[in-house]
């Protein structure tokens, strides 16, 4: 079984400010990691994925990923954020056979101030 | 960029009715999904469906819920008898499931039982 933690339910930063959002894993097989954005309201958006080679992976606006095994971790980093980036981020594993069940974390809610 | 569509945004049925709600998923994925989301909460997995067939599906994936795609037309989701639990944004996804961990969303139907 393929479990998401994301330990961090709410994050508020300023605007310009740098973010790291955390996720960790469980999983024993060989998976992909992916961040996905869902702005309020809307459905989800696909930001960036890993499933080998270079740990840290970067998305679209602005937003890159480091992957760790030793530590199970996919954490997600933006340098400067802007007010827009405020949105639910999810962290989410999928496993490389099967049905691709993408299984996703709780999420964490980011909420950028002016 | 590839879409995934669903119809209608937002259902009202009274509890005990049968709803379908539709998906018009990327054209050439062979995977699909559906997902079940309570206003402001974690992303829950329903079921999967590769081939004609469900693959996997969760506990949330009750006796009441079906699935199917005739002769590759709208993946659908029918729920029948519909109970007040089951109100929530039901998120289709499709993927190629060719080493991708990109699996497209659609922008949910808002389901609302009374």
């Known amino acids: 079984t393929q479990t998401v933690s994301q330990s961090d339910a709410h994050v508020t930063v300023f605007e310009g400010d740098s973010v790291e959002l955390r996720c960790n894993y469980s999983y024993g097989g060989s998976i992909y990691l992916s961040w996905y954005i869902q702005h309020h309201g809307h459905g989800l958006q696909f930001l960036l994925k890993y499933y080998s080679g270079n740990p840290v992976v970067q998305g679209v606006n602005g937003f890159e990923a480091e992957f760790s095994k030793s530590d199970s971790s996919f954490h997600l980093r933006k340098a400067s954020v802007h007010w827009s980036d405020s949105a639910v981020y999810f962290c989410a594993v999928s496993p490389w056979t099967g049905g691709y069940k993408v299984v996703f974390g709780s999420g964490t809610r980011l909420l950028v101030s002016p | 960029g590839p879409k995934v569509l669903q119809i209608p945004s937002h259902q009202i049925i009274d509890m005990g009715q049968m709803v379908t709600l539709n998906c018009d998923p990327v054209?050439?994925?062979?995977?699909f999904y559906w997902y079940k989301q309570i206003l402001g909460q974690q992303m829950e997995f329903l079921v999967n469906f590769y081939n004609g067939k469900v693959m996997e599906k969760s506990k949330l994936f009750k006796d009441q819920f079906s699935v199917e795609r005739p002769d590759g037309s709208y993946f659908t989701l029918k729920i029948q008898p519909t109970a007040l639990e089951d109100s929530a944004v039901y998120f289709c996804?499709?993927?190629?499931?060719?080493?991708?961990?990109?699996?497209?969303f659609g922008k949910g139907t808002r389901l609302t039982v009374v």
């Open positions: 996804a499709s993927s190629s499931g060719q080493g991708s961990t990109e699996v497209f």
């Open positions: 054209s050439n994925h062979l995977y």
